[in-house]
């Protein structure tokens, strides 16, 4: 090879190189709450001048930062960080308070309620109010975190979205599910669920329920299902974004319809061939559900660029 070529070749693989440098800043964030300390990750542009920032919150379950628990990794949230980063939006993304506590700490992973939850977003948002380093703080909830970044925002912050989040109370969607799968468990599923709307567990009920109301689960439960989301949307006066696709089979677009009809400043958006984690699916039943566990497979484009819009037309 002549010494021109290799020349070149090398300017090529330097310039390539460069190409591939984050343009941001990534950072470890640790914030003490009452319950315990939350940790994630942020996500700062590498330009200067103040930045927009949202707060994602998690999913249901022992589900990390970017968006994984023990038995799926698909870093869902952890893409959807990087995209927003790359149009300038800086982004904060923590684990569940429960992925921090060691299997000692048992008694306090039973006590933990829906309003733990609640509180613990609160403290996240107060943290970066108190920073006073960004335009705005948004809150993006994804799935169960739709509710608990709807209540936790209080009209606190510069705007709301729901992503992938129930329209409906945990007890009507827990009666849905369970006619698609059992349907002759129905019943005894609605017998459990009206004590529990009461505020009372139960001991005695199907065996076959055991999964859904275990009684270590119960008084989760019992604090989760007194929300209703289309209740605690319509209290907000921030703008609202709210976002399904039409792959998701965990929620429907029908839950994105009545969050917009209750929320009455708010934009609705579906995504065609997009899946609970934010996946584009152009295949069958087994194809969405292999994308929980395939990492490697990046998000839709067109979420990222939903929310960035979104964000760069709040006033």
């Not at 609640?118 to 909830?141: L, M, R």
């Not at 006619?179 to 019943?187: M, T």
Request: a positive charge.
């Amino acid at each position: 090879m002549k010494i021109k070529s290799l020349i070149v070749l090398f300017i090529f693989s330097i310039s390539n190189v460069c190409g591939q440098e984050k343009k941001y800043v990534e950072i470890e964030v640790s914030i003490p709450t009452n319950s315990i300390s939350i940790n994630g990750t942020l996500l700062n542009p590498a330009s200067k001048g103040k930045k927009d920032l949202v707060i994602i919150i998690p999913g249901s379950g022992p589900t990390d930062r970017n968006g994984n628990n023990v038995a799926m990794t698909n870093n869902s949230l952890k893409y959807l960080a990087e995209e927003l980063v790359k149009n300038n939006i800086a982004s904060y993304r923590f684990d569940k308070s429960v992925l921090s506590y060691t299997k000692d700490d048992k008694a306090k992973i039973d006590s933990i309620s829906f309003n733990t939850f609640i509180d613990e977003a609160k403290t996240v948002i107060q943290y970066f109010k108190k920073e006073k380093k960004y335009s705005k703080i948004i809150i993006a909830g994804h799935s169960q975190g739709s509710l608990v970044g709807m209540i936790a925002s209080e009209n606190k912050i510069e705007a709301f979205i729901s992503l992938a989040g129930a329209g409906r109370s945990i007890d009507e969607i827990l009666i849905e599910q369970i006619g698609k799968q059992a349907p002759f468990l129905i019943p005894d599923t609605e017998k459990v669920l009206t004590e529990l709307k009461k505020g009372n567990t139960v001991e005695e009920f199907n065996p076959m329920l055991i999964s859904l109301f275990n009684k270590s689960v119960q008084p989760f439960l019992i604090s989760w299902i007194k929300y209703n989301p289309q209740e605690e949307i319509k209290k907000l006066t921030i703008p609202v974004l709210i976002i399904n696709g039409s792959k998701d089979i965990q929620v429907s677009n029908l839950d994105a319809e009545l969050l917009h009809k209750a929320a009455h400043n708010s934009q609705l958006k579906l995504i065609e061939n997009m899946n609970h984690i934010f996946k584009e699916i152009n295949g069958d039943l087994t194809k969405n559900m292999g994308s929980y566990n395939n990492h490697e497979l990046p998000i839709k484009k067109e979420l990222s660029i939903i929310i960035s819009t979104f964000i760069n037309e709040l006033k």
